[in-house]
Nanobody
Framework: QVQLVESGGGLVQAGGSLRLSCAAS????????MGWYRQAPGEQRELVAT???????NYADSAKGRFTINRANAKNTVYLQMKSLKPEDTAVYYC?????????????WGQGTQVTVSS
């Protein structure tokens, strides 16, 4: 089991910056990938960025060049630095982790943190 706790959301003006944090606890040694997803009202949850255990990153096109995902403290904290924020970035941002154990993948989600970008 992995528990994820996000922080850092809030209200920011367009063009501003925010940094989201996600602290993992529990079976963190089995985490092979962590990432951020977001869900706007009436929309499906979508990928924002991921980072795997080797440090390789992946970004949605909408995040490239503006957002940076990185990891600290081995596997237990992941950050999403967001710059040049736009109103369309407004959403609930969810931290995600995936573990792999005896051939089975398990997915875990945080409770979400609201990001609101005003125009």
């Amino acid at each position: 089991q992995v528990q994820l706790v996000e922080s850092g959301g809030g209200l920011v003006q367009a063009g501003g910056s925010l940094r989201l944090s996600c602290a993992a606890s529990g079976s963190i040694s089995s985490i092979n990938i962590m990432g951020w997803y977001r869900q706007a009202p009436g929309e499906q949850r979508e990928l924002v960025a991921t980072i795997d255990s080797s440090g390789a990153t992946n970004y949605a096109d909408s995040a490239k060049g503006r957002f940076t995902i990185n990891r600290a403290n081995a596997k237990n904290t992941v950050y999403l630095q967001m710059k040049s924020l736009k109103p369309e970035d407004t959403a609930v941002y969810y931290c995600h982790s995936q573990t792999h154990y005896i051939g089975t993948y398990y997915n875990y989600w945080g409770q979400g943190t609201q990001v609101t970008v005003s125009s």
